[in-house]
C-alpha cells in the first residue's frame, strides 16, 4: 500500500466511525454537557484528568472552558488537574502514580463540583481512584471512555454519565473523543448564551 492510500484510509476510517456513532454518543454528551452546565451555574468547578493523550484532552477542555470556545464569554470554573508537575511529581514519589488526581480531587473538589475523567481504556487506576475520590467529596462524574467503558463504567453512580467511544483502535477513539470534547464545549455555550 502507498503512503497515500494508507492516509486516505485514516481519513476514511475515522470518519466511518463518528457517523456511524453520531446517533449513539448525542444522549450521553447531551447529558454530560447539562450536568456541566448544572455544575458551573451553581458556582461549581470542573477537575479534568487522564493520562497521555487523555491528559491533553483534559487540558484541552479546561481551557476552552476557562478561556472562550467559539464565542465571546465570562470564563468558566474548570482545572486540568494534569499541569502542575511539582504536585504530580510529589505525590508520584512520596505515594505511588495511582493517587496524582485522587489526592488533588480530595484537596481542591467540593460538594457540587464535577470530575471530568478522561481514559481511551476506560481501565488507567489513577483515573478510576480520581473517580473513587470524587464520589466520596460528593461530586458528580462525567467519564470519556473508549472500548467498553472498562472498570470507568462499573465505578459510575446511576446519576453519572458515560460517554463511551466503542472501537478497539486507541487512535479513532482519541479522534472521537476530541470531537465530543468540542461538542460538550459547543452545548455548554449554548445553554449559557443560546444560538
Known sequence: MDIQKRITRHFKESADLKLKLREVLAEPIAAGAQLFFDCLSNDGKILCCGNGGSAADAQHFAAELLNRFEKERPGLAAVALTTDSSVLTSIANDYDFTQVFSKQVRALGLPGDSLFAISTSGNSPNVLAAIEAAHARDMRVVALTGRDGGAMAAALRPDDVLICVESKSTARIQEV???????????IDYLLLGE
Open 177 to 187: 473523543h476530541l470531537l465530543s470534547l468540542h461538542c460538550l464545549c459547543d452545548v
